[in-house]
Each structure stands twice: as C-alpha cells, then as structure tokens.
T-cell receptor, first 120, second 111 residues
C-alpha cells in the first residue's frame, strides 16, 4: 500500500531555533502534499498545500515566513518552522496525494505518522 | 457555522456489536475521506468516496456517500478491539485535495 514517512517523529528544541520536518512518499509519486497541524484532542487543521516545482499555498492565518515549505521532488516535501516559540509546539502531520498513473487509487490521500514538536 | 459535522462525538460499543458514524456537510462534496487515528499517531486511510450513492467496503467496514453528496456514514460490523480509535471524516470540496476534517469520533470497544 501507499506509505508516507515523516522525520523526525519527535523533536525538542530551544526557543528561537529552526526545525525542519521531512515528509516522503515511499512508494508513489505525489505532486501535491499537504501539511496539517493538530492540537491535543482536536482535529486536524490544514496549514498549507505543497506543490512540486512551485510555491506553497498557505491557509488563512498561517504565516508563510514562519512555516517555510519546500517541495523538492515528487516524493519529498519539507516544512521548516523558523524561529520556533513555545506556541509552535504541536503535532505536525503531512499527507501525500496520489497523482496520475494509478487509476484505482487516484486522488487517495495518505498521511505520515506525524512529528511532535516541543519548543522550550 | 460548521460546514462539516461528525457524530457522535464518542461511542462505546460492546465487542461483536455494530456501530455507525455519520458525517454531514452543509455543502456538496467533491470527495469524502475516512481515516482512523490512534491518539498521537498518524492517520490510517480507510476509504475515499467520490460518486453520489457510492458504497465501499473493506473487511468489516463499509462507507457510503448519499446521492446528494452531502452525507456519509461509516459502519462497522461485529466490532473488535482492533476497531477502537478515533475516526475522522475529511471533506474535499473542490477536487484540490485540501481536506477539512470533522471533529472526530472516539470509539471504545468493550469486552
């Protein structure tokens, strides 16, 4: 089946530092990846859409200069939390959408295991 | 007002019994996704529905999308402990794949 990995699975950092989170589709190509944020006992909130070869599009209220997204290839997107502060502590989850080529799973969307960020 | 409502918020079911979770949208859906999540972990893809009246099944889980494409249900037959977790429906309103999620349903399966 379609597998999406995230690295790291958890990270603790000091306030003011930057943290990079990687999202990889392991066995399929994903022209589009998404980044979500989840607070404790709440549902997922979409942060941004990451398109291979173009700039990411951000949801209203998400600071693009704080959450830098790069979609370097059809299997890799990265989210960098710049100058992290305690309020950025959260569970970040990426998803990858199946593009063309596999009709049976076209448009299906698979999620990574998440990255728990704690900013001290 | 909420565009996507999921119910119930939580469900306790005895092992072997059936359960149903509903997801209702105030707008017509392009697609509806069902996922399962264990607290603090990623989402496990269950099913995606795109056509009005569509129904899909996998093992003991069946999902349906109504003809109007505004309401979906997830039904589990003869629940097992492995079915415990948080079930989330995600709505795609415009084919872009940007999902808006329901609040989730916590399912507990008792012996």
């Amino acid at each position: 089946g379609a597998v999406v990995s995230q690295h790291p699975s958890w990270v603790i950092c000091k306030s003011g530092t930057s943290v990079k989170i990687e999202c990889r589709s392991l066995d399929f190509q994903a022209t589009t990846m998404f980044w979500y944020r989840q607070f404790p006992k709440q549902s997922l909130m979409l942060m941004a859409t990451s398109n291979e070869g173009s700039k990411a599009t951000y949801e209203q209220g998400v600071e693009k200069d704080k959450f830098l997204i790069n979609h370097a290839s059809l299997t890799l997107s990265t989210l960098t939390v710049t100058s992290a502060h305690p309020e950025d502590s959260s569970f970040y989850i990426c998803s990858a959408r199946v593009g063309g080529g596999t009709l049976s799973s076209y448009n299906e969307q698979f999620f990574g295991p998440g990255t728990r960020l704690t900013v001290l | 007002s909420q565009e996507l409502e999921q119910s119930p918020q939580s469900l306790i079911v005895q092992e072997g019994k059936n359960l149903t979770i509903n997801c209702t949208s105030s707008k017509t859906l392009y697609g509806l996704y069902w996922y399962k999540q264990k607290y603090g972990e990623g989402l496990i893809f269950l099913m995606m529905l795109q056509k009005g009246g569509e129904e899909k099944s996998h093992e003991k889980i069946t999902a349906k999308l109504d003809e109007k494409k505004q309401q979906s249900s997830l039904h589990i037959t003869a629940s097992q402990p492995s079915h415990a977790g948080i079930y989330l429906c995600g709505a795609d309103y415009n084919s872009w794949g940007k999902l808006q999620f329901g609040a989730g349903t916590q399912v507990v399966v008792t012996p």
